[in-house]
T-cell receptor, first 114, second 112 residues
Framework: EAQVTQNPRYLITVTGKKLTVTCSQN?????MSWYRQDPGLGLRQIYY???????DKGDVPEGYKVSRKEKRNFPLILESPSPNQTSLYFC?????????????FGQGTRLTVV | DAKTTQPTSMDCAEGRAANLPCNHS???????VYWYRQIHSQGPQYIIH???NNETNEMASLIITEDRKSSTLILPHATLRDTAVYYC?????????????FGKGITLSVRP
């Protein structure tokens, strides 16, 4: 089954403790991105990647890092999480960056930083 | 970025068609209209997209006006499981990026 898989689904952590949220897709998609969703603010793009070893900042990249060493994986790294990064995170992938290719989303990771 | 405007909420009876409107008056010629829905806090689910022609798939139909300034998503026979927030999005390409900009969406409530 074609899907985008995120792990973990839920995470509670403490301020400053590095964490990684994994994202994997099995559709051989080139384009992947991370979004965060907060009440009243909708989904905002954090980082995106056009292909292996090609990543760039989205609208709200501060406090996050990403890597794209393999086509299927696009982990989101929080080096020193802070409470304002408490949010619902979604990974998405699409065949390419072209406008006519639909994006598929993972099931989300609810992160709480205390 | 092309902005979309949707009503805040609407409801419809189960088994009836749900027509969800969207305005996107600033859309550019090569930008696509996408519809996604989100049930509770699950990942957004792709429904349909189009450029200028009407589109239909197993989930829904998308009607785009000739001037492309508005569109309507049609769920032909709404069920209780269609209760969700529906997002109308114009996918914009800026340089090497083509993000989806989600607004507040429209909350569809399907009543028995």
């Amino acid at each position: 089954e074609a899907q985008v898989t995120q792990n973990p689904r839920y995470l509670i952590t403490v301020t400053g403790k590095k964490l990684t949220v994994t994202c994997s897709q099995n559709m051989n998609h080139e384009y992947m991105s991370w979004y965060r969703q907060d009440p009243g603010l909708g989904l905002r793009q954090i980082y995106y990647s056009m292909n292996v070893e090609v990543t760039d900042k989205g609208d709200v990249p501060e406090g996050y890092k990403v890597s794209r060493k393999e086509k299927r994986n696009f982990p989101l790294i929080l080096e020193s999480p802070s409470p304002n990064q408490t949010s619902l995170y979604f990974c998405a992938s699409s065949l390419s960056v072209d406008l006519h290719t639909e994006a598929f989303f993972g099931q989300g990771t609810r992160l709480t930083v205390v | 970025d092309a902005k979309t405007t949707q009503p805040t909420s609407m409801d419809c009876a189960e088994g009836r068609a749900a027509n969800l409107p969207c305005n996107h008056s600033t859309i550019s010629g090569n930008e696509y209209v996408y519809w996604y829905r989100q049930i509770h806090s699950q990942g957004p689910q792709y429904i349909i997209h189009g450029l200028k022609n009407n589109e239909t798939n197993e989930m829904a139909s998308l009607i785009i006006t000739e001037d492309r300034k508005s569109s309507t998503l049609i769920l032909p026979h709404a069920t209780l499981r269609d209760t969700a927030v529906y997002y109308c999005i114009v996918r914009v390409k800026r340089g090497a990026n083509s993000k989806l900009t989600f607004g507040k969406g429209i909350t569809l409530s399907v009543r028995p």
